[in-house]
């Protein structure tokens, strides 16, 4: 099946520091791919869209000079969290997107905690 | 607006038992997708089931089958025969023709043993 990787699974910043996390698919190409984001005990907040040569699409509320993303090739997405703060901590989750005419599905990563310091 | 709705935040349900869990959905578009993903404490979102709108005929896998009631915009999912596995946040999600998943509030389901 349709596999999604993130790197790195954690990561400890300092504030004031930037971030990167990868999104990978690895078995597929996907021109789509989005990035969330979830706080302790609720749901997954869609932060952006992330579309294969062409700007990333943010949710209203999401700061797209903070959360920088790059959506470089088929298979690869990548969110900056820049100038860190500990308000940026939290479970980062990111999907692949497979559709046709018949059918739709997300394919999710493993989520990236981060925890700025 | 498109909103879903999960309005059970815990449910418990007995070892080997049946448990029932409720979505609710709004949408003005006639064809799109819901799906029931699983959330175990290692966080990784899991497909449970998916049920194509324009399909009248309810999906069900092994264990795990959905109510969907179209007219009425429910989307219940039932688990039958209930193993400790099965212990996990569950989530409610519609794509309503944006090509963006809509999550419900999720809902927290134990097992007792």
């Known amino acids: 099946g349709a596999v999604v990787s993130q790197h790195p699974s954690w990561v400890i910043c300092k504030s004031g520091t930037s971030v990167k996390i990868e999104c990978r698919s690895l078995?597929?190409?996907?021109?789509?791919m989005f990035w969330y984001r979830q706080f302790p005990k609720q749901s997954l907040m869609l932060m952006a869209t992330s579309n294969e040569g062409s700007k990333a699409t943010y949710e209203q509320g999401v700061e797209k000079d903070k959360f920088l993303i790059n959506h470089a090739s088929l298979t690869l997405s990548t969110l900056t969290v820049t100038s860190a703060h500990p308000e940026d901590s939290s479970f980062y989750i990111c999907s692949a997107m497979v559709w046709d005419r018949a059918s739709y599905e997300q394919y999710f990563g493993p989520g990236t905690r981060l925890t700025v310091t | 607006a498109q909103t879903v709705t999960q309005s059970q935040p815990e449910m418990s349900v007995q070892e080997a038992e049946t448990v029932t869990l409720s979505c609710t959905y709004d949408t003005s578009e006639s064809d799109y997708y819901l799906f029931w993903y699983k959330q175990p404490p290692s966080r990784q979102m899991i497909l449970v089931i998916r049920q194509e709108a324009y399909k009248q005929q309810n999906a069900t896998e092994n264990r795990f089958s959905v109510n969907f009631q179209k007219a009425a915009k429910s989307f219940s999912l039932k688990i039958s025969d209930s193993q400790l596995g099965d212990a996990a946040m569950y989530f409610c999600a519609c794509e309503f023709g944006n090509e963006k998943l809509t999550f419900g509030t999720g809902t927290r389901l134990t097992i007792i043993p």
């Open positions: 078995d597929f190409q996907a021109t789509t």
